[in-house]
């Protein structure tokens, strides 16, 4: 079965400027993880959807936002972009429960955000 | 709280063994590990759920302390595809809780 798909895989933006990256996660699976990557700081959880609802929020700035739709496709944006958002973007699906822990997530490749 | 994890790198050469330490300060659920190559998306590897059980996939295998907040990676034989950076993602309690990644281990095979 098809992964986790991410888009876009790479882009650049400006300081000031707004991002919305796309994901979508494996088929039957409704629970979506977003992470942040960057070198010495490992994966930092952003926040978790399930079933269109957001279940929890890391400790990031309000800049950093989510949603999930329907079909359990999943975007977040970042608005007012700063150098330090900068990093390796990605997403996670699983097939999550109300009453489960997580399990096994499936990480898409990424989003490489790069800002000047 | 993020979980620690040392080493933060170590070189081995093939065949020789590594132990990947992961450590929290809370009292946690479940310790999973993951291995991210050069590159590609972290893979999961295997999750240990509290109650101090090891579990093994091929020649690496883990271990969860429950007492001690602290979970193990062994693996044994290293082949040049064990090449990569291993994360330990903890979590703690029950509820909806998140899973908390660690900084990383690069490990590196050389021949």
């Known amino acids: 079965k098809a992964g986790v798909t991410q888009t876009p895989r790479y882009l650049i933006k400006t300081r000031g400027q707004q991002v919305t990256l796309s994901c979508s996660p494996i088929?039957?699976?409704?629970?979506v993880s977003w992470y942040q990557q960057t070198p010495g700081q490992g994966l930092q959880f952003l926040f978790e959807?399930?079933?269109?609802?957001?279940?929890n929020k890391g400790n990031f700035p309000g800049r950093f936002s989510g949603r999930q739709f329907s079909n359990s496709r999943s975007e977040m944006n970042v608005s007012t972009l700063e150098l330090g958002d900068s990093a390796l973007y990605l997403c996670?699906?699983?097939?999550?429960?109300?009453?489960?822990?997580?399990?096994?997530?499936?990480f898409g490749e990424g989003s490489r955000l790069t800002v000047l | 709280q993020q979980p620690v994890q040392s080493p933060q790198a170590v070189i081995l050469r093939e065949g020789e063994d590594a132990v990947i330490n992961c450590s929290s300060s809370?009292?946690?659920?479940?310790v999973h590990w993951y291995r991210q190559k050069h590159g590609e998306a972290p893979v999961f590897l295997m999750i240990?759920?509290?109650?101090?059980e090891q579990k093994g996939h091929e020649k690496i295998s883990a271990s969860f302390n429950e007492k001690k907040q602290q979970s193990s990676l062994y693996l044994t034989a290293s082949q040049l595809s064990y090449s990569g950076t291993y994360f330990c993602g903890t979590e703690r309690g029950f509820g909806n809780e998140k899973l908390t990644f660690g900084t990383g281990t690069r490990l590196t095979i050389i021949p």
């Open positions: 088929s039957g699976h409704r629970s």
């Open positions: 240990l759920l509290k109650g101090g």
């Open positions: 996670a699906s699983s097939l999550g429960s109300l009453a489960v822990k997580t399990g096994e997530l499936f």
């Open positions: 809370k009292a946690l659920y479940s």
């Open positions: 959807y399930f079933s269109e609802t957001q279940r």
